[in-house]
């Protein structure tokens, strides 16, 4: 009789969240987690649909509120949708920490953050004005349709980025930092050849305009006027080709070394990372045993 393929059957165990790990919880927050952490269940579908479409109301809402005519003959309506919004999604959010074993774990995980400052803004506004513009950040709580729609391998995908990008952090920071040195000694020259007569006031101001030649955006505020400053500013324009490239490489070689590690999707059972080597038989984070 042939026997199962464990390695098959490792990549389908469920990850286990770290804020769900402990004491099992009491009947009523096990649904109240299911309906709201789970799209497996119909109930669970239906409430990340309904929550995903207050999300797009609710920065519709925002969006309409900047817009000066509208504003002017529904403000009040506006006002109300938002903080009605805000209300709702605090109360989910509340809602979210009560049936998860450990509330400060999803207060800290990526979601849990996003969760919160999703409703501060609105809170924010009655001391700062405007604050509640900031409420377009609700637009992250989106990604959760990648659970909904059965789309997780796409996080796969992005999860290899974020890795990628992570590896390559180090090379990336040395290369900003050359190119901080180079936007400071071309701003000086620039400074120096140039002068206050023709735009360059200072320094800062001279930096300033390195950064947008060297980066190729050319807002043409300020510009040499002097022969010796556009030999020299046609050379930082040649230059900043070559540095854009530059990030694009790191990071296409590093994405490159991350497609072709060999590791598995399950999450260990004891702390729930992600990202085992294939052979693995331990967890890197927690030194626990991995199917």
């Known amino acids: 009789m042939p026997q199962p393929d464990n390695k098959h059957h490792a990549t389908r165990v469920k990850p ?14 096990e649904s109240l987690h299911e309906i709201i952490f789970e799209a497996e269940t119909p109930a669970g579908k239906w409430f990340d649909i309904a929550l995903i479409l207050a999300i797009a109301a609710s920065i519709l809402v925002v969006m309409l509120d900047s817009v000066a005519a509208i504003n002017l003959n529904y403000k009040t309506w506006l006002f109300a949708a938002e903080w009605f919004f805000t209300i709702l999604f605090s109360i989910e959010y509340l809602l979210r920490l009560i049936c998860v074993r450990r509330p400060l774990r999803y207060a800290t995980s990526f979601f849990g953050i996003v969760d919160l400052i999703s409703i501060l803004p609105s809170f924010l506004a009655l001391f700062f004005t405007g604050a509640q513009t900031l409420l377009v950040v609700r637009g992250l709580r989106v990604l ?33 930092y050359t190119v901080c040195v180079f936007v400071v000694i071309f701003g000086a020259a620039m400074y120096l050849i140039e002068g206050p007569e023709h735009g360059f006031t200072s320094i800062p101001q001279s930096m300033y305009w390195a950064v947008v030649t060297l980066t190729t955006v050319g807002y043409g505020d300020i510009s040499p006027q002097t022969p010796l ?17 530059v990030p694009t490489g790191i990071y296409s070689a590093e994405l490159a070394r991350e497609y ?16 085992h080597d294939d052979d693995a038989k331990f967890c890197k984070y927690c030194g626990g045993t991995v199917p």
């Not at 286990?16 to 927050?29: E, N, S, T």
């Not at 059965?150 to 920071?173: P, V």
């Not at 072709?260 to 990202?275: I, K, Q, W």
């Open 16 to 29: 286990v969240k770290k804020y769900m790990q402990g004491d099992p919880l009491a009947p009523w927050r």
């Open 144 to 176: 959760r349709v990648f659970r909904i729609f059965k789309l997780g391998e796409y996080l796969g995908e992005a999860h290899a980025l974020i890795r990628a990008m992570r590896n390559s952090r180090a090379k990336i920071a040395v290369f900003l």
């Open 229 to 245: 400053g556009q030999m020299l500013a046609s050379m930082v324009m040649i230059l900043g080709y070559a540095i854009i490239a």
């Open 260 to 275: 072709r590690r060999d590791v598995t999707r399950f999450a260990c059972r004891h702390c729930g990372a992600e990202g």
